[in-house]
């Protein structure tokens, strides 16, 4: 499997413009603009099948637009918030007002990344074998 990681500011990735004031409007709206033909061109050149992201959920996205336009899987594989509390994660881990410590701030966004990771190897099985029905049993007697 062939991954490709896009790095970028999270106030990209949905596509309502959330900026205030006209310029700032703008300049989102471009960001915006360029972001998805960035992914459009991706997509193609790449012959990608699969775009997982991890983006806000509960809003429509612009690499998930582009991805289903493209006739493209797509699936947000952000940890969601129960599967956080249940491993410990506070919502509030990034806020540097709340003191965690470096360490610990490291080892939640592990935590988050591992899951990522999975998310998109399990997508991967899933397409190479065309079945759901076997996850994750087989994949873990084969690792």
């Known amino acids: 499997m062939r991954v490709i990681i896009i790095g970028l500011n999270h106030q990209i990735q949905p596509q309502p413009i959330r900026s205030i004031g006209a310029e700032l409007q703008q300049v989102e709206g471009e960001q915006k603009q ?23 959920r509960y809003v429509p996205l612009i690499a998930e637009g582009v991805a289903r336009q493209a006739g493209r899987q797509h699936k947000n594989v952000d940890m969601p918030l129960p599967e956080r509390h249940h491993r410990g994660i506070p919502d509030d881990y990034l806020d540097p007002n709340r003191g965690y410590s470096p360490q610990l701030i490291d080892n939640w966004n ?7 990771v ?12 065309n079945s ?11 690792g």
């Open 118 to 129: 999975e998310g998109v190897h399990r997508r991967s099985w899933q397409q190479r074998h």
């Open 34 to 56: 360029r972001f998805a033909e960035m992914m459009r061109e991706i997509i193609q050149q790449e012959q990608v099948d699969f775009v997982g992201e991890e983006g806000e």
């Open 110 to 116: 592990g935590m988050r990344e591992d899951h990522m």
């Open 132 to 142: 759901r029905s076997l996850w994750p049993r087989a994949y873990a007697a084969r």
